[in-house]
């Protein structure tokens, strides 16, 4: 499964693709000295990570960096459907986990907390939708109704026992995917292992976007936003200050040159959502935004704005099929393109 969240990260109008370990000196007036910005890429959870970190010392900066990937490289451990050796794939292949670790056991909770308050919208256990839905778009058909019908009968959080001592599936064949979820979570963790290293401005771009502090010489970050039908442009530019952005739209990963089936799954009907073609969700926490761009998609527009609005911190941009735009009063929009 390829990644699922694409947003551009802009810094003065490019973006931001550097490859490797880079530093170059910046300043500003009200800076006690020069900071110097260094960039550092590497792939994980089915991804490009990439990290900008604002720091006075090469040796800190690298250092905090090597700790917020091992802090990444330890969520895939858990929580990657692409290695054989997770955590995850370990449930998804026999059924039940015993003694899992904490932190998946406080992904699963977070998750069936949103799926019980979305009347199953969000739902992790969409990976034999996926796989059907794949499988056939490999020879150019859709999936027959029988074939549909049997993979949404694999498909129920509620069929999911967690507790710190086990995980279990109480039906055969049950699978889950995390993907609509393990980069916020990631990125969360990355930014507690910068700051814990003393950064106070950087940002994790892990297919969501999570940041410590804010931009050493702009005070907020710009955020670009892709546009779901002009490939290559932006749709906007964001302010980010002490949130998180995240972003599922139904552009890149798609069975179907004319969006209609992609890689989100309403879990009620198998099938992709017909009403929207993006959504970016600014929260609190990039696993936050994460899992609601997720479920707010599958909503569609009018529950998923009731959503949003009821959601401590929660604001979104919505992008329809029709090429209507919506957002909510909170959602931090510096500028826009048309659509």
Known sequence: MERRKFIYLAFGGSALGHLGWRGGAVGGAWLDRPLAKFTRSAFALGTDVRMTVFNEDALVAEAAVASAFAAIERVEGLMSIYRPDSELSRLNR????????????????AAMGLSEQTGGAFDVTVQPLWELHSQCA?????????????????????QVDVSEKRIQ???DDMRMTLNGIAQGFAADAACRALAEQGITSALIDAGEIGSVGGHARKGAWNIGIKHPRQPGDLLALTRLEGRCLATSGDYETRFSDDFRNHHLFDPHTGDSPTELASVSVAASTAF????????????GLKDGLELLESTQGADGLFVTKAGRVKRTSGFPLDRMQAM
Request: aromatic fraction near 6%; avoid cysteine; hydrophobic fraction near 40%.
């Open 169 to 171: 599936y109480r039906r």
């Open 288 to 299: 936050e935004a994460d899992a609601l761009s997720t479920a707010v998609f599958v909503l």
């Open 94 to 109: 026999r059924g039940e986990l015993e003694n899992p670790h904490p932190d998946l056991v406080e992904v699963l909770r």
């Open 138 to 158: 490999k020879v150019g058909v859709r999936p027959a109704e029988v074939d549909l019908r049997e993979a949404r009968g694999k498909v129920d959080w509620r």
